[in-house]
């Protein structure tokens, strides 16, 4: 089983600030498989970023996704005051499929 | 516009059954995998199974194999969880998914005495 993990656990900023998000393997996965959710409270998950870099239908282009190998990064360039939740890293390439164990970006 | 509606859930004593349901609309279900994932109260995500568009291939996190089973109904636009021989561990908001990009809101598995 791949086991990612996701740091940091809390990140505290202010709107308008940049976001770097980091996830990275226990091994080196492919590229074609990396997603990123946001979860916010009493609510689904939210596709952002698939296959690490390409944005969702509807996601602003403030987010980003980059990586290869084991280590993968989600950037919000600009921080909303509706960015604030949890972000969870995904891969769906290797069975079973797996997540991080989040990242909550809180207001600073 | 894109409506995944679970159903299904509730409490269960351990050793219990249960089938939750997923009714699709607003996309082509037929063309789509699906998945089902889960969340225990205040933790992460975790894949639980997902099966291919005509139902001939399924794959199952270990901790539920031999005891859930996935299965879909394309001219009902329906997928389904069956879940046997429930644990206080499958505790639960269980999601069904348009593969990995869109998430129903979920229905709730308690499994307690």
């Known amino acids: 089983e791949i086991v990612l993990t996701q740091s940091p656990g809390t990140l505290s900023l202010s709107p308008g600030e940049r976001a770097t998000l980091s996830c990275r393997a226990s091994q080196s996965l492919s590229s074609s498989s990396v997603a990123w959710y946001q979860q916010k409270p009493g609510q689904a998950p939210r596709l952002i970023i698939y296959a690490t870099s390409s944005r969702a239908t509807g996601i602003p282009d403030r987010f980003s996704g980059s990586g290869s190998g084991a280590d993968f990064t989600l950037t919000i360039s600009r921080l909303e005051p509706e960015d604030f939740a949890v972000y969870f890293c995904?891969?769906?390439?290797?069975?079973?499929?797996?997540f991080g164990q989040g990242t909550k970006l809180e207001i600073k | 516009e894109v409506q995944l509606v679970e159903s299904g859930g509730g409490l269960v004593q351990p050793g219990g059954s249960l089938r939750l349901s997923c009714t699709a609309s607003?996309?082509?279900?037929?063309?789509?995998?699906m998945t089902w994932f889960r969340q225990a109260p205040g933790k992460g995500l975790e894949w639980v199974a997902n099966i291919n568009q005509n139902g001939n291939k399924k794959d199952y996190v270990d901790s539920v194999k031999g005891r859930f089973t996935i299965s879909r109904d394309n001219a009902k636009n329906s997928l389904f969880l069956q879940m046997n021989s429930l644990r206080a561990e499958d505790t639960a908001l269980y999601y069904c998914?348009?593969?990995?990009?869109?998430w129903g809101r979920g229905t709730l598995v308690t499994v307690s005495s």
């Open positions: 995904h891969q769906y390439g290797m069975s079973p499929q797996t």
């Open positions: 998914a348009r593969d990995i990009d869109f």
């Open positions: 607003g996309f082509t279900f037929s063309t789509y995998w």
